[in-house]
């Protein structure tokens, strides 16, 4: 449903100005190809606007049913299907990890030397199925570039944008390789989420992806989110750009060519599937409405009050833990969820919002966040990578929440 942005508190021209900014900023200029943006609030979709194109190379404009590769807010979708495996007893939160995968039993933590002489240590304590939610598992991305074990994981290909193998081969190849640190100990963006989705399919006894869509995207009527672009969907799939020092951007992938056309053999619930603004909304619509949407239940609302706390060791933020050169989320006065960035003190931030609302992101500059304070879901699509080329994010929330009329309606 959409409404005058004024019958839920908010100003249509001032969310127009949005749009406006982010066509003279990032449009115009040729650093975003076009742009979609949604606002959400108070059972009715307030703005919903598309500008610019899906397809440079061959001027097809952004549509509200733009397909857009999503990464990693395939993460959130990825941690409320393990939730609720947890809520049937199948999954506890605090089981060792290596419960499901055995081979990770005596997974050491780096100490130093290179690929194939790695010294290690024990660990403090198992990595344990919470660790692998909220990325204090130990584990890490090959892109980090800092230290020589994601050296280890670009050499080996694991969680690469472009997927190798199989998700057991990544299980298998991380068999070998120690761990940054001690489970528990900080927080590292990785491959947990990854490790999540074999998981489930290996707990739930079925293919992951089947999981996926069966449970979660079937019964939200989510009818364009897949880990591929599925056959009479290819004319709405979007170009991904790269962007360039220059400010500019170059196709980083043909969307007539890409391998997002076919079902891929790494199923990466960390970073596989593509979705549309609006099948995003009914996720998110789950998620603020307590876990139920248009009647259809997926997790109880005390799983997604549990999910949308902070639990980073000790109540701390992201600045105090975090070992990683990489987020999808500003790190002051944020902590982590299971599954998402949680605002734990929006004065530290510097960015007009509510503590308690949570987010997350993708690679090519997608986003959303959820406020259930103010009863608010805003999600922005676009395709360049990387998601750290500009402050966006931070640019639409401040400009959303200047959009409210009043603090009480």
Not at 223 to 228: A, G, I, L, R
Not at 243 to 253: E, I, N, S, V
Not at 302 to 309: F, P, R, S
Not at 310 to 337: Q, T, V, W
Request: one cysteine or more; aromatic letters at 10%; proline letters at 6%.
């Amino acid at each position: 449903m959409s409404a005058r942005p004024e019958t839920v508190g908010l100003s249509s021209s001032r969310l127009e100005n949005i749009d406006r900014f982010v066509q003279r900023k990032y449009v115009e200029p040729g650093r975003f190809p076009g742009a979609l943006t949604l606002v959400w609030r108070r059972g009715e979709i307030a703005h919903f606007s598309a500008i610019g194109m899906a397809d440079v190379e061959r001027k097809k404009p952004v549509k509200e049913d733009t397909i857009f590769r999503i990464y990693s807010m395939t993460k959130p979708i990825t941690s409320v299907a393990t939730m609720m495996l947890v809520e049937q007893g199948l999954i506890a939160l605090d089981d060792p990890v290596h419960r499901y995968i055995a081979e990770w039993k005596d997974l050491g933590v780096y100490q130093g030397g290179f690929m194939e002489t790695f010294r290690t240590k024990r660990p403090d304590r198992p990595m344990l199925i919470v660790d692998l939610m909220r990325h204090t598992s130990g584990l890490t991305y090959g892109f980090q570039q800092s230290t020589n074990v994601d050296a280890a994981y670009r050499k080996l290909k694991i969680g690469e944008i472009e997927k190798h193998g199989t998700l057991e081969e990544m299980v298998q190849k991380l068999a070998k390789v120690p761990l940054e640190f001690s489970p528990g100990s900080a927080w590292n963006y990785s491959v947990s989420t990854d490790i999540l989705g074999y998981i489930v399919g290996k707990v739930a006894g079925q293919k992951f992806e089947d999981f996926v869509r069966a449970k979660i995207c079937k019964p939200l009527g989510m009818v364009d989110t897949d880990f591929h672009v599925r056959a009479g969907q290819e004319s709405r799939f979007a170009a991904c750009y790269a962007a360039t020092p220059k400010g500019g951007m170059d196709l980083q992938d043909d969307p007539t060519k890409s391998p997002y056309l076919e079902p891929p053999s790494l199923i990466s619930g960390g970073g596989g599937l593509v979705s549309t603004a609006s099948d995003y909304l009914k996720f998110c619509r789950m998620l603020i409405n307590g876990g139920t949407f248009e009647g259809t239940q997926i997790l109880s609302p005390k799983t997604i009050e549990l999910m949308t706390q902070n639990h980073l060791p000790d109540g701390k933020d992201l600045p105090a833990l975090s070992r990683s050169l990489f987020s999808e989320a500003a790190y002051n006065g944020i902590g982590f969820g299971l599954g998402f960035s949680v605002t734990m003190d929006p004065a530290k931030t510097l960015i007009p919002g509510s503590a308690g609302e949570y987010s997350w992101g993708g690679a090519a500059t997608t986003s959303f966040w959820i406020d259930p304070k103010e009863d608010l879901i805003a999600i922005f699509m676009t395709q360049v990578l990387p998601s750290s080329a500009y402050p966006i994010r931070r640019e639409l929330r401040t400009m959303v929440y200047s959009a409210f009329t009043s603090a009480k309606d």
